[in-house]
């Protein structure tokens, strides 16, 4: 009997496990439904409290956490969980619902699975990007013809642009990231960059541009620093006044989606993300430009227009 | 039945006989509970992996022979390619080279320990040992970053982010894992066997190689299977050693790029359900496939064993 009973608890066990590992994504619905339903409590009583979850890209972390953490303390009652986990996670787990607001560096509708019709774009910052090299190569200035030919394999030595006898050892981001996206749209002109060492984290990369003689590599503004120089592009410097007038090409927004408008807290939240105390202070404090200084805005398809 | 004794006693008697049958069957529900668990788990991650990894095949339509066959991935391009030789050659290269150099090192420690000086080789070595097991891969990871490649780079040649730099950071992080189990092994061998040898007049020498070594082979394999599972898995040291290039290497110096670091650098970046995405799962399904075949090895090794 006994023996017979455990049989029956273990066969239950094993069901309703594999059910559970079988319908994995409906799980995250169903979250996402409690969720929806706290925001939805938070809206009927009082705009700033509840809670939301935000995920996506890794770069937008710091800047959003940081503005969480200020929001939190003006509003004790509200709790943003603010997850890092990549751009394309972002856009995924946002369209499904797992999360309130996704962060991304790159337009939804560059990701054929999305649909971008359903998702509300809310551009919170611009990260401006650049070119960055071994302090010794002895190059700090090129024309955009010569990064291409850099990148595409044709140039292989910083003497064939006057700087050091030294071979250029190509960093590249992965292939999926939007970094790379913006720097070959943007800075390449669509060329795609030859086979390099690759690196995911900004820190590896700046580490590996610091000590490998000869190395370039991409990098937002905030990596910037003493171990690595900086090139200018066609004369012009990568700094947050030149991407804000138009004048240097690396830039993207950072986005932050939500599925339909926003309401309740993240709302609120994101026009406090959008607030001039926000833009003007803690989004250049860490690195960013403020999406509200733009002098030009750029659609999808990557066509740049001055701001009315 | 004991009539003789009064009702009280009787009751104490048969109280306690139940509370002990209780406890007993509470017990085995517990371990019955926690083994049933674990083999779900097992079973639940098997199934999932290959339902996600095999929508690359049945729902984005990539021909398994490019999948397998070609070094061509340029999965975000324009006409996206999704041929992972290289990846898959990667991996095994790193896993391969590094077993064929920790199997004699580790197995030699191992007969320091057990055999030439055991009594010092378990107070120092096995410590030592195990605190190499207890150091975080990323920490393998950022010296050879910051030492190992460099060195490579102005000594040997090449930019140092090289197959050959992985293979020497996952050594010395599989170099632990061989040596304990193959000096268990060893450990495990009957000491009848050693006096037997000695006594016939073998030296020490000939007790190991001719007498001790033989009788461990199944557990020695083992302990060199085993290490190789763990170096096929590590993602985040060969990372940020190898250059994660996606081109076939001509040699140890060559960058090139293994399994692991691909999904660990693409996850994040793709979107649920997109082509891209799909063949990171089946990466990962290649990886399980590999880990199922080594345990199957094990367990062949174990069974020779017994008999």
């Known amino acids: ?308 | 039945m004991q009539t003789n004794l009064r009702a009280s006693e009787r009751i104490v008697r048969k109280s306690r006989k139940l509370s002990l049958k209780n406890s007993e069957r509470n017990g085995k529900m517990i371990v019955y509970t926690a083994a049933f668990l674990t083999v779900v788990a097992t079973l639940a991650v098997t199934i999932f992996l290959t339902q996600r990894g095999l929508q690359s095949f049945y729902i984005s339509d990539i021909s398994p022979l490019e999948f397998f066959a070609s070094t061509n991935w340029d999965p975000a391009g324009d006409n996206p390619t999704y041929g992972a030789l290289v990846f898959i050659f990667g991996s095994l290269a790193v896993t391969l080279v590094s077993a064929i150099i920790v199997a004699p090192l580790g197995i030699g420690t191992a007969i320091f320990m057990t055999e030439i000086a055991p009594s010092w080789g378990k107070r120092v070595l096995q410590p030592v040992i195990e605190i190499l097991v207890g150091i975080p891969s990323v920490i393998y990871g950022y010296i050879g970053l910051t030492v190992l490649v460099p060195f490579i780079r102005e000594q040997v040649g090449g930019s140092g982010y090289s197959l050959m730099a992985s293979i020497v950071v996952v050594s010395v992080m599989i170099l632990p894992t061989v040596t304990t189990l193959s000096a268990d092994a060893l450990n495990r061998l009957p000491d009848g066997l050693r006096s037997s040898s000695y006594a016939l007049g073998a030296t020490r020498w000939q007790t190991i190689r001719r007498v001790l070594l033989p009788a461990a082979i199944p557990g020695l394999l083992t302990a060199v299977i085993l290490g190789m599972a763990r170096a096929i898995g590590e993602a985040l040291a060969i990372q940020m050693v190898i250059g994660n290039t996606e081109l076939l290497p001509g040699s140890l110096l060559d960058p090139t790029a293994t399994m692991t670091t691909i999904i660990t650098l693409n996850m994040g970046h793709t979107t649920f359900g997109s082509a891209e995405n799909n063949v990171l799962w089946t990466l990962g399904l290649i990886l399980l496939a590999i880990s199922y075949l080594l345990v199957m090895a094990v367990r062949f090794l174990g069974a020779r064993r017994k008999m």
């Open chain 1, 1 to 308: 009997m006994e023996l017979k009973k455990q049989a029956l608890i273990m066969v239950v066990a094993v069901v309703m496990l594999a059910v559970l590992a079988a319908c994995g994504e409906d799980n995250g619905e169903e979250t996402s439904e409690e969720a929806d339903s706290t925001a939805d409590d938070a809206e009927a009583s009082d705009g700033e409290s509840g809670s939301i979850t935000i995920a996506g890209s890794s770069a937008m972390q710091p800047l959003v956490g940081a503005v969480a953490e200020v929001y939190q303390e003006e509003n004790p009652e509200a709790s943003i969980d603010v997850q890092a986990g990549g751009s394309g996670a972002g856009l995924s787990q946002v369209a499904d619902g797992q999360v309130d607001i996704g962060n991304s560096d790159i337009f939804a509708e560059e990701e054929d699975e999305i649909n971008a019709d359903e998702l509300v774009d809310h551009r919170v910052a611009v990260v401006g990007m650049g070119p960055v090299v071994h302090p010794d190569a002895g190059v700090e200035d090129l024309t955009q013809e010569e990064l291409i030919d850099v990148w595409t394999g044709e140039i292989t030595n910083w003497s064939e642009l006057g700087g050091e006898d030294q071979e250029i050892t190509l960093v590249n981001r992965p292939d999926s990231s939007g970094t790379r996206t913006t720097f070959v749209d943007f800075a390449l002109e669509g060329e795609e960059p030859v086979e390099g060492i690759t690196e995911d984290s900004s820190n590896t990369v700046r580490q590996i541009v610091s000590e490998t003689p000869g190395a370039i590599a991409y990098l937002a503004f905030s990596y910037f620093d003493d171990s690595i120089s900086s090139m200018s592009i066609d004369g012009v410097e990568p700094t947050a006044e030149n991407v804000q007038t138009g004048d240097f090409p690396i830039w993207a927004y950072q986005h932050s989606y939500t599925s339909g408008e926003p309401e309740g807290l993240e709302a609120d939240f994101l026009d406090y993300m959008m607030s001039d105390e926000i833009q003007d202070t803690l989004v250049p404090e860490q690195g960013y430009i403020p999406v509200t200084q733009m002098e030009v805005e750029r659609d999808a398809e990557g066509e740049e227009t001055p701001v009315e």
